[in-house]
């Protein structure tokens, strides 16, 4: 198959995975499985890809490996502290319900669901390109991408832990978290999921017109710095402790993990 049939056919997947997904989350009455949904959706298309895609075994089997560990990690994470954790529905799609009124379930299903599994699919541009690639060995971008990948796993799970920790203390409650890695990143989880995204890149960029690929780890810059990531948790922190958070913000970098600012 070539490249162009193999992406239409992972959108169609998507497409019924995202639908049956909405459906469920209209029954539940908590649209937050869409969290679980894009990271699951994106294992979809991965497996979709090292099926039907015509390059090398080993080519596919260490992106497969890659995403699959990355999706069910994160996927898990998301699932049992946000879905079956007690939490109730994300704050942004609290304030989504309002917005969109007596049409809320159909704008859940066009802008949330189906946005995001068509984001998906351009998000799998690297896994699409590792794919094809035919060489016939691990090239020397794979390995560097393996690289990034695994500390970018290994921090945003250390990162993630530590704030789980930090938050089941009854003491904390008010309070920031600025233990481990947090003392030197607002967000540490988003930096390192950016590097999970330089590491896909990277293995995608070892293929003919991987290039392309780079897309993703640029869009998933963008997402996690400048729109979904860091200003939409910001805006919810500040709100709920505004003057310790302030003194946060003055004091620790935002994404890239630093010393303390005096």
């Excluded at 193999?6 to 639908?19: A, D, P, S």
């Excluded at 309002?98 to 859940?108: N, P, T």
């Excluded at 810059?221 to 729109?227: D, G, K, T, V």
Aim: with cysteine; glycine share 10%; aromatic share 18%.
């Amino acid at each position: 198959m070539n490249f162009w049939q193999l992406l239409l056919i992972g959108w169609g997947v998507v497409f019924i995975f995202m639908t049956i997904l909405w459906y469920i989350g209209k029954r539940m009455n908590n649209y937050a499985i869409v969290d679980v949904g894009w990271t699951m959706a994106l294992w979809l298309l991965v497996t979709v890809y090292a099926l039907l895609a015509d390059g090398l075994l080993i080519h596919k089997a260490l992106i497969f490996s890659m995403v699959s560990f990355w999706a069910f990690r994160l996927g898990g994470y998301l699932l049992f502290t946000r879905i079956l954790g007690g939490h109730g529905e994300d704050q942004r799609y609290t304030a989504f319900r309002k917005d969109y009124g007596d049409s809320v379930d159909r704008k859940f299903f066009t802008n949330i669901f189906q946005f995001q599994g068509a984001l998906d699919v351009i998000l799998s541009l690297p896994f699409l390109y590792a794919c094809l690639n035919t060489s016939p060995q691990i090239e020397i971008l794979e390995w560097a991408g393996l690289g990034f990948f695994l500390v970018g796993i290994l921090g945003e799970a250390t990162a993630d832990r530590q704030l789980h920790d930090f938050k089941t203390k009854p003491e904390n409650k008010g309070l920031n978290c600025e233990v481990g890695l947090w003392r030197y990143s607002r967000h540490p989880n988003y930096f390192f999921e950016f590097l999970v995204w330089v590491g896909f890149g990277l293995v995608g960029l070892a293929s003919p017109n991987g290039y392309y690929g780079l897309i993703a780890t640029v869009i998933m810059f963008i997402l996690l710095r400048f729109i979904s990531g860091v200003p939409m948790s910001e805006k919810y922190a500040i709100a709920k402790r505004p003057e310790v958070y302030s003194e946060y913000q003055r004091t620790t970098n935002a994404f890239v993990p630093w010393f303390k600012k005096g």
